[in-house]
């Protein structure tokens, strides 16, 4: 018998019988508050919505796929503490505590690290965006054992492979990790850019009936990443010049229907930096999804520039409902200065065509762009509104790591706000924008005063009222528009107190509290069998 249940162990069925030995690993995802940093001002945060955390279920499908166990806890959307997601930790017992971090959140998760490695005494292995950007700096953290640099496909398989047997770091792709006080970065494999290789997020492990973003219209609702990168060359963006790496057609409709059969899902955003960056790409897309009589519907990013009548019609008969524009301004000459490579006239002819396809659209702006004055901006939310969008966001333009505007600001000044951030040796704050005469405290309030003049507009309301879809659609927007009037702060100070008890907003009080409590019988019930 005990020979039965040794093989039994070690034979992995997935792996077709290839020994592999088995890790434990819990993966958190941390609740994270408004930061003075960010681009978004706080009542945007707040509504923004519940999200699945993507790149955890990513990780977690590649451990699954290599043998091992995995539970996420998605400790933002259950609303739990630190407490709780102990609690749920001591049971799983992980070999191994993972998190991911951005450089914007990076010390709230060096918090629930410090803290749940205290309790459960596990390693802790991070990666996400902010390790690409600052490894080394990342590492110096004394909660953090180990790092990924790029993504897990190669690296995390063969990391677990090590930290169980031999420990030979330095044959592992892409790992950091620390060796008689000096922190090593391996270089990382090219395997891990074929995005095709992936398997699919593991959904199974989330609580999918509890997310919603802003605009959701239906539920189930969830996030789906069909490709990577953008090699346009925007300079306040993250992901100007990476490269450009999607998933086939297949794949992405084979993750579409998983998702509908599987998990209940009626809607999806998809996430990509432009989703139309390849035209026939996304009509086999389209057309998988109408062939195999898929019923969801969706949402995606595009430029302005990367769609046409016949694509519209087509993703609207796949289920498009929603896109998302990189607009940024109503000046031609500030949409120059920042490479944007659009023209205020493909503008207003791409969302004419979009509203009259019958998709609804949503807008990107930046407030405090290169040049901008008072004037300026009051007329890009003039523009706004002509535009008729159903939905518009207003960012203010801040030098994130990675941007162009980042490079420069770093070069002029010799110094680096986000990895001193990351170093913990620099107070969260706004960032100086020495392109603009503006003040940031003339920019906050003039963002603050675009979502009333957009979002609060007769016209506008009555026109958003008569296409809401469900009850608990209408009230989450009312509820925001009632924060929006009432609720904002005047002034920037105030936000210190503000975001120190900031909590999203969250429709689904009830069943958060229900999937909670079957967490934790199931994590009980797998305890008892294993005993
Ligand atoms: C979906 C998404 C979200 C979702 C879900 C969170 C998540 N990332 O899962 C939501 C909406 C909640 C979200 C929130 C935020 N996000 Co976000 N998000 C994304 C998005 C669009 C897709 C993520 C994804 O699945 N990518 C595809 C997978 C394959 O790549 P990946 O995420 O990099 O993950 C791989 C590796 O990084 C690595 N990895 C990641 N995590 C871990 C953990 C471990 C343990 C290991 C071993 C490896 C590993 O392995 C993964 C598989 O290869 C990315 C942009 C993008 N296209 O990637 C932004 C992005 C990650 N987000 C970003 C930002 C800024 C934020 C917010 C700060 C926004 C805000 N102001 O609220 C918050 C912070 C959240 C937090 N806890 O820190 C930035 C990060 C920039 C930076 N310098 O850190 C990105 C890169 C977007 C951008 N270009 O600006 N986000
Ligand atoms: S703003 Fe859009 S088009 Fe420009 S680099 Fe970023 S993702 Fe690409």
């Not at 087509?314 to 524009?325: E, N, Q, S, T, V």
């Amino acid at each position: 018998m005990i020979l039965y249940i040794t093989y039994f162990k070690i034979y992995n069925f997935k792996t077709q019988g290839k020994i592999v030995h088995f890790m434990k690993i819990g993966l958190v995802f941390n609740p994270f508050s408004y930061k003075l940093h960010e681009e978004n001002i706080r009542i945007v945060q707040k509504y923004f919505g519940l999200f699945p955390p993507l790149s955890l279920a990513w990780v977690a499908a590649i451990a699954e796929s290599a043998g091992h166990e995995v539970v996420i806890i998605d400790a933002r959307t259950l609303e739990l503490t630190i407490d709780e997601t102990t609690n749920i930790l001591k049971k799983f017992k992980p070999d191994l505590i993972g998190f991911m971090m951005t450089t914007y959140m990076f010390r709230e998760t060096m918090e629930w690290a410090a803290a749940l490695k205290a309790a459960v005494k596990a390693p802790v292995v991070i990666g996400g965006y902010n390790l690409r950007v600052y490894p080394r700096e990342s590492l110096m953290n004394d909660v953090v054992d180990y790092g990924c640099l790029n993504h897990a496909l190669v690296m995390f398989p063969a990391f677990l492979r090590e930290l169980e047997r031999e420990r030979n770091f330095e044959s592992v792709p892409g790992l950091i990790y620390k060796h008689n006080g000096d922190i090593i970065v391996n270089e990382a494999s090219p395997e891990e850019e074929d995005f095709n290789a992936y398997p699919n997020p593991a959904r199974h492990l989330l609580p999918n009936e509890l997310y919603a973003e802003f605009p959701t219209e239906r539920k189930n609702f969830t996030v789906m990443i069909t490709s990577l990168g953008c090699p346009m060359r925007c300079v306040f963006c993250e992901a100007g010049g990476t490269k450009y790496s999607p998933r086939s057609p297949v794949i992405v409709v084979d993750e579409i229907e998983q998702c509908v059969r599987d998990f209940g899902i009626r809607e999806i955003d998809i996430f990509d930096y432009d989703f139309t960056f390849q035209r026939g790409r996304v009509e086999s897309i389209c057309d998988g999804i109408i062939g195999r009589g898929l019923d969801v519907t969706w949402a995606c990013r595009s430029r302005i520039d990367h769609v046409d009548a016949m694509l519209l019609e087509k993703m609207r008969k796949a289920g498009c409902r929603r896109i998302y524009y990189g607009i940024e301004s109503s000046n031609q000459d500030i949409l120059a200065a920042m490479h944007k490579q659009i023209s205020v006239a493909q503008v207003m002819d791409t969302i004419d065509l979009t509203r009259r396809t019958g998709i609804k659209t949503l807008g990107f702006f930046l407030a405090g762009v290169p040049g901008e004055t008072r004037k300026s901006l009051e007329q890009t939310v003039k523009f706004a509104k002509r535009l008729k969008l159903d939905y518009a966001q207003f960012s203010k333009l801040t030098a994130k790591p990675w941007t162009t505007l980042w490079k420069d600001m770093v070069q002029n000044t010799g110094k680096d706000y986000w990895k001193d951030y990351v170093l913990g040796v620099e107070q969260e704050k706004q960032l100086p924008r020495a392109w603009t005469s503006l003040s940031n405290e003339e920019i906050d309030r003039l963002t603050k005063r675009a979502y009333l003049k957009f979002y609060g507009s007769p016209r506008f309301l009555w026109r958003a009222t008569k296409s809401v879809a469900s009850f608990t659609e209408f009230k989450r927007k009312f509820l925001a528009l009632i924060d929006m009037i009432f609720k904002q702060e005047n002034k920037s100070e105030t936000w210190t107190l503000k975001h120190a008890t900031f909590k999203t907003y969250n429709e689904n009080r009830t069943r958060r509290i229900k999937y909670f409590l079957n967490h934790l019988s199931s994590l009980s019930a797998a305890k008892k069998d294993g005993e």
